[in-house]
């Protein structure tokens, strides 16, 4: 596709639902990044994927949040058990590069919106 | 560990003021610097990216400078326009894989 594409848009959780959360990066972009955005913050890193191996998951906030790219492509990024303090907005962003943070231009979706009620 | 600290929060100029945006960074060994727009309710826009060889990047009426030993970047919009009004953010890599960002500039634009 023409952009990062994420989905869904919005979703609302009752707490200790499960959710999943969809990234369909750039077509061939190597790196993917998922960002969590609380409500007037900057984005906090969470976790980095090169093709599908996941180098970096430090930013994980706890062992409910899981993130996949099991062909190198696609990714989900899931939360089990979902909290309220879990209410964000959750950024994924690719490049086409290896270790963008370093060189590359990095390319955000629009964001899925978790509200955990 | 890398903490990019942006000012003002906030603000407000009247159209066709130019006006500069600030972020300071902790780590100097960065590789680049980069500057991002965000619409409400929307993702990241990239606008500069500052390789740490360079000193400064323009696109149109934004001019981005870099600082390495100061620990400084600067966002300069020149003539702004309303449709300027939008989040500001900059960003340094903390590693290779990940960016830290700053909380924003908020930055209102008015007729």
């Known amino acids: 596709g023409a952009g990062v594409s994420q989905s869904p848009r919005y979703k609302v959780a009752k707490r200790g639902q499960d959710v999943a959360l969809r990234c369909d990066p750039i077509?061939?972009?190597?790196?993917l990044f998922w960002y969590q955005q609380a409500l007037g913050q900057g984005p906090e890193f969470l976790t980095y994927f090169q093709n599908e191996a996941q180098l970096d998951k430090s930013g994980l906030p706890s062992d409910r949040f899981f993130a996949e790219r099991p062909e190198g492509s696609v990714s989900t990024l899931k939360i089990q058990r979902t909290q309220q303090e879990d209410s964000a907005v959750y950024l994924c962003a690719s490049s086409l590069l290896r270790y963008a943070g370093a060189s590359g231009e990095l390319f955000f979706g629009e964001g899925s919106r978790l509200t955990v009620l | 560990k890398q903490e990019v600290t942006q000012i003002p929060a906030a603000l407000s100029v009247p159209e066709g003021e130019n006006l500069v945006l600030n972020c300071s960074f902790t780590d100097s060994a960065i590789y680049n610097l980069q500057w991002f727009r965000q619409d409400p309710g929307k993702g990241l826009t990239s606008l500069l990216l500052?390789?740490?060889?360079?000193r400064e990047q323009t696109s149109g009426r934004l001019n981005a400078s870099l600082d390495k030993s100061s620990g400084r970047s600067t966002l300069y919009i020149a003539a702004s326009q309303p449709g300027d009004s939008a989040t500001y953010l900059c960003a340094g890599p903390g590693t290779a894989s990940k960016l830290t960002f700053g909380t924003g500039t908020r930055l209102q634009v008015t007729l």
């Open positions: 077509s061939g972009h190597v790196s």
């Open positions: 500052i390789q740490s060889s360079q």
